[in-house]
C-alpha cells in the first residue's frame, strides 16, 4: 500500500488536558502506570491495519505499552506500506507518524515535517516484552526512512525525538535534514542495557542534524540505547547541538555493537562524541568502534567506555575542513530540504 502526496494537518491530542496531564520524559515515553491511569491514545487518524502478528491485540496495534505517545496517523501490524511525497504540518499530538506492533517492510521517502507539538516519527514499539521474542513474526523489522526533511519539532512536548525507533531489526534511517528540534535528532533503541532484544543491523547514514537539543539535555543529533550488533553510524554532520554535557553522537547505556565511523560534528558545546560508562546502575556502552570522526568547536570527546571499545582517528579541525570531512559534509541530509536551511552548508566552510 502507498500514500503519496497526502497532506496531513491539524491533529490534536487531549491527553495533557485530562486528569493527570502530561508529564514530559525521553522520547514522550511514559512511566507506567500512565498519567492519568488509561491509555494515552486518541487524538489522530488511525489506520490499524488488523490485528498484528504475536499477541497484541488489535486495539494495541501501534502501542501494546499503552503509555506510549500516539500519532496523528498510526499503522499497526502492517507489511509493504510507503509514503511518498507526503507532508505533516501544524500536528498537535506526540508525534506526527506511529509505525508498530510487529511491522515489517515500510519506508518513508521525501516526506516533510514541521511545525510539530512533538516528534515526526516513532517507528516501533518499546514493549519490553515483545522485544525479547523469538519469532520473527513478532519482530518490527525492515523499515527505511530516507530523503525526507524535518523542522521545528518538539515545540510542546519537548521530550519528544524528532526520529525516535524502539526495538528493530534492519532499520535505515539514510540522507535525511532535521532542523531545530527540541530534543535528540535520532534516536535509535530503548531498555538501557537490560534488555537483550531483536534489534540488530540498523543503519544511520549520511543524515544532517542542525540545531538539535534546543531545550532540554541527556540526548544528541544521534543518541543510541542498547544492544544492536551489527549495527552503524556513519557519515552524518551534526550542528550546534545545544547540550552541554553529553554528546553530538552518544552511545548511551548498554549500546553495543556499533560502528561509527565517518562522521563529522561542528559549532557545539556537547563533546563530539560520547560513549556512557557505568551510571545508576546499569550497563555502559561497550563493543563499540569510533574512527574518522571531525571534531570543529565541540567540546573534547568524552570516552567512559570501560572496556571493547575502541576510539580512534579523531581529527580536531581548526579552519577548514579537510578533504574527506568535506565529501561527508557535501553527501549528508536531504539536499533539496538542505538549501532552506539559510546557508547552513556555507557556514560549514
Known sequence: MTFANLSFQHASWRQPNRDGGYVPVQSSVQAAPC????????GGASNGGGSPTGGVSPSAAVSPNPCEPPAAVQIGGSESV?????????????????????SRRVEVTRCSFGDLSGGALKLANVDD??????????????????????????????????????????????SNTISRVGYSGISLGRGWGRVTSFARDNRIARNLVVDAMQSLNDGGCVYTLGAQP???????????????????????NGSRG???????????????????????????????????????????????????????????????WPDAARAIIDAAGAHTASRQLGGVRDRLE
Request: hydrophobic share 35%; charged share 20%; net charge negative.
Open 35 to 42: 498519567s492519568g491511569g488509561g491509555s494515552l491514545t486518541g
Open 82 to 102: 510507503r509514503f511518498e511525497g507526503c507532508e505533516w504540518q501544524h500536528v498537535g499530538t506526540a508525534y506526527a507518524l506511529s509505525v508498530g506492533g510487529a
Open 129 to 174: 516484552v515483545r522485544a525479547l521474542a523469538r519469532v520473527s513474526s513478532e519482530w518490527d523489522e525492515q523499515y527505511a526512512v530516507r530523503h525526507s526533511q524535518i523542522a521545528n519539532g518538539s515545540l510542546e512536548f519537548r521530550g519528544a525525538s524528532a526520529i525516535f525507533i524502539g526495538y528493530v531489526r534492519s532499520l535505515l534511517i539514510e
Open 230 to 252: 551489527g549495527s552503524s553510524v556513519e557519515g552524518n554532520v551534526c550542528v550546534r547541538d545545544a547540550a552541554p554535557v553529553v554528546g553530538c553522537f552518544y552511545h548511551d
Open 258 to 320: 556499533f560502528t561509527t565511523r565517518r562522521n563529522v560534528a561542528d559549532d557545539s558545546r556537547a563533546p563530539c562524541i560520547y560513549l556512557q560508562g557505568t551510571a545508576g546502575g546499569l550497563l555502559p556502552a561497550a563493543d563499540v568502534s569510533v574512527s574518522e570522526l571531525y571534531c570543529r568547536s565541540t567540546a573534547p570527546v568524552r570516552d567512559l567506555c570501560p572496556a571493547n571499545c575502541t576510539v580512534g582517528s579523531v581529527f580536531t579541525v581548526r579552519g577548514e
